[in-house]
C-alpha cells in the first residue's frame, strides 16, 4: 500500500456508486434483500478501492465517524419522535384529530385539503418530520377512513410538510441552505418563491383535479370507527396543549428537539390524568410503543404505534447509509464525481444543472438532507461568484435538489420516516410527492431561461437585499 493515498479517477470513483447502484437495485429491488446489507456491500467496495489507492483504514474509519456525526442530529429527532408519536397516541390527541378530521375532511378533495393543512403546519412549526408524525399519522387515519389511497394520501401529505418546511424560517435546512450559499435567510425564501410556489400549486392543481374527476371513495362506516374512538379515549380542550406548545418552541426559535421531549412529558401527564393510564405502563409506551385493544383492525394497526423502539430499525439504515457516505467523502470518491460535473459548466444554463445534478447525485448517494446541500454548496460557491450570480440563486437550488429530494430515496433517513411513520412505502407515495420532485425541475426551467435569475449585486450577501 502506498504511502501517500492517491486521488481517484473518475472511473476509479464510479465504481462503487455503479457497485451500490447493483446491490440496491437488484439486492434490495428485485430479490428483496436487506437493503442494510446491501447498502454494507456498497461500503465493502468503496473501501476496497480506497485500500488499494492507499487509504488506510484508520482514515476511512475516521471518514465513517465524521459521516455518522452529521447523522446524529437526525437520528435524535427521529428517536424523540418515536416517543412523541406514542405519547400523543396514548393521550388522545392524534385519535382526536382522527375524530373531528373525520367530521371535517372530504374524501373527494381529501389530498388537496391534506396538502394545505400540512403545509400550514409545517410551516409554523418548522419541522416536516413532526408534521408528518403527527398531523400526518392523523391524517392517514383520515384517510383510512374515508377509503382515499394511502399512496395518494402519503404523498399529498409528504408534499405539503415539506413545502412548509422550506418556507419556514423555524426550518434546519432552511436555515442550512443560505449558510452554505453565504447568501442570507431572508433573501433565500423569498427567492424559493419562484421555483416552490410553482410546484407546489401544480401538485394542488393535480390534486384538485383528481378530486373532481373521480368518484368519491367509500371507506368504512365513519360513524362506527369515530365511535370507537370516543369510547376508548375522554377528549378534551386539554389534549391540544402538546399542539399548542410545540408551536410556542417554533415561533421561539428554541431547539426541536428540547421541544419534542417537553411536549412528549406533558402528552405523558394527560394520558396519566385523563386517559386514566398507569405511569409504569406510559414509561413502557414511550419505549416499546402502544398496543390497541379495540377490536376494529384497522384501528389497531393505526393506534399500535409509536416508541423509541420502534425506530431502532430507521437508526439502524442511517448508520448503514452514512457509513457508505463517510468512506465515499474520505477516499475523494465524491468529489471526483462532483468536480467532473463542473468541467463543462461555462454557462448559466451549465451551471444551474449541474448544480441540480450534483444536489440530486448526493442525495442519492448519501440520503441526506444536510449532506445533500452542504457538499455541492461547498463545490458550487466560488463558481457562483466566478459567474457573477447572486449567491441566493445558489442557495434556492440546493433546497430545490436536495432537501425535499431526499424523502423520496428509500434508502435515505427522511425517506425511511416517512414510509415507516404513514405505513407507506416510499415508491408509493413518490409519483405523488408532486412539490418534491417539480421543484428541480422547475429551478432547471429558470436556469435554462435566465427568468429569477439575479445577478450579484454587492460582495457581502449575507445582508438582506443582496
Not at 442525495?363 to 444536510?370: E, N, R, V
Not at 409519483?431 to 457581502?460: C, H, K, Q, S, V
Request: glycine share 10%.
Amino acid at each position: 500500500m502506498n504511502d501517500q493515498p492517491r486521488l481517484p479517477s473518475l472511473i476509479e470513483s464510479l465504481i462503487p456508486l455503479v457497485g451500490l447502484a447493483v446491490f440496491v437495485g437488484l439486492g434490495y429491488g428485485w430479490f428483496s434483500y436487506r437493503i442494510e446489507v446491501m447498502l454494507l456491500s456498497g461500503t465493502i467496495l468503496a473501501a476496497m478501492l480506497g485500500w488499494l489507492l492507499g487509504f488506510s483504514w484508520k482514515e476511512m474509519e475516521g471518514g465513517i465517524i465524521d459521516a455518522l456525526g452529521t447523522a446524529m442530529p437526525a437520528v435524535f429527532i427521529l428517536i424523540a419522535i418515536g416517543a412523541l408519536i406514542a405519547s400523543w397516541m396514548a393521550a388522545g390527541i392524534i385519535p382526536m384529530f382522527i375524530v373531528y378530521g373525520l367530521d371535517l375532511m372530504s374524501a373527494r378533495f381529501f389530498l388537496l385539503t391534506a396538502c394545505v393543512v400540512c403545509s400550514i403546519i409545517s410551516m409554523v412549526t418548522g419541522t416536516a418530520w413532526g408534521t408528518v408524525g403527527t398531523v400526518g399519522v392523523a391524517l392517514m387515519g383520515v384517510a383510512q377512513g374515508i377509503g382515499v389511497p394511502s399512496g395518494a394520501a402519503a404523498g399529498a401529505i409528504v408534499s405539503g410538510a415539506y413545502f412548509g418546511d422550506k418556507m419556514s424560517p423555524f426550518s434546519d435546512t432552511t436555515n442550512l441552505a443560505p449558510i452554505v450559499a453565504d447568501s442570507n435567510i431572508v433573501d433565500h425564501i423569498r427567492w424559493m418563491l419562484w421555483t416552490t410556489v410553482p410546484a407546489w400549486s401544480l401538485g394542488l392543481a393535480v390534486y384538485f383535479v383528481v378530486g373532481l374527476t373521480s368518484e368519491p371513495p367509500v371507506g368504512s362506516d365513519i360513524s362506527e370507527l369515530q365511535s370507537t374512538l370516543r369510547n376508548v379515549f375522554d377528549f378534551s380542550p386539554v389534549l391540544l396543549l402538546p399542539p399548542v406548545m410545540m408551536i410556542w418552541f417554533s415561533v421561539k426559535k428554541m431547539p426541536i428537539l428540547p421541544g419534542m421531549l417537553a411536549t412528549t412529558a406533558v402528552a405523558l401527564v394527560i394520558a396519566s390524568v385523563l386517559q386514566d393510564r398507569r405511569i409504569e405502563d406510559l414509561f413502557s409506551v414511550v419505549i416499546l410503543g402502544d398496543t390497541s385493544t379495540t377490536g376494529k383492525e384497522m384501528l389497531d394497526i393505526l393506534l399500535s404505534t409509536g416508541g423509541m423502539n420502534g425506530m431502532m430499525s430507521l437508526v439502524l439504515l442511517i448508520l448503514c447509509a452514512f457509513t457508505f457516505a463517510g468512506v465515499m467523502r474520505r477516499c475523494g470518491f465524491l468529489d471526483r464525481i462532483l468536480q467532473a460535473l463542473l468541467t463543462k459548466v461555462d454557462s448559466t444554463p451549465g451551471l444551474v444543472t449541474s448544480t441540480v445534478a450534483s444536489g440530486v447525485l448526493t442525495a442519492l448517494i448519501t440520503g441526506s438532507s444536510y449532506l445533500s446541500m452542504i457538499i455541492p454548496g461547498e463545490l458550487f460557491r466560488k463558481a457562483y461568484k466566478r459567474a457573477n450570480l447572486a449567491a441566493k440563486n445558489l442557495s434556492r437550488t440546493l433546497e430545490d435538489s436536495g432537501s425535499v429530494v431526499v424523502p423520496l430515496v428509500p434508502w435515505s433517513a427522511a425517506g425511511t420516516f416517512m414510509a415507516g411513520t404513514l405505513g407507506v412505502a416510499s415508491v408509493e407515495y413518490l409519483p405523488w410527492a408532486i412539490m418534491n420532485y417539480m421543484g428541480f425541475i422547475f429551478a432547471l426551467i429558470l436556469g435554462i431561461t435566465g427568468i429569477g435569475i439575479a445577478p450579484r449585486i454587492r460582495e457581502d450577501e449575507t445582508l438582506p437585499g443582496s
